[in-house]
Nanobody, 126 residues
């Protein structure tokens, strides 16, 4: 499976961006799709995830209410709508795919994801 992320860029604080991630290859076993982000010198951190057929969505606490994850299974694509962006949201954002159903205690752990996109840079700056 190959994941291709896009949509990053430069935005002012309070602005919005929409990230997309398209999956190609053996997509029949897509179960959980997630977004993580990473800044230099820090571990990759969980942002949001969505299980198959759009059910059960999880967000990291700082993103709840500001970010929205969604998926279009017909297009094998997952989206991350980011609103009210803050300086601390600046990072490289990665999409990830787990070929299994992840329980709530595992869904935020990057070790449980099988495939990763190349990352897209999001910079929030005035």
């Amino acid at each position: 499976v190959q994941l291709q992320a896009s949509g990053g860029g430069l935005v002012q604080p309070g602005g919005s961006l929409r990230l997309s991630c398209a999956a190609a290859g053996r997509t029949f076993n897509i179960y959980t799709l997630g977004w993580f982000r990473q800044t230099p010198g820090k571990d990759r951190e969980f942002v949001a995830a969505i299980r198959r057929s759009g059910g059960n969505i999880d967000y990291a606490a700082p993103e709840k209410g500001r970010f929205a994850i969604s998926r279009d299974d017909a297009k094998n694509t997952v989206y991350l709508e980011m609103n009210s962006l803050r300086l601390e949201d600046t990072a490289v954002y990665y999409c990830a795919l787990a070929a299994r159903r992840l329980i709530s205690s595992s869904i935020s752990n990057s070790a449980y994801y099988d495939y990763w996109g190349q990352g897209t840079q999001v910079t929030v700056s005035s």
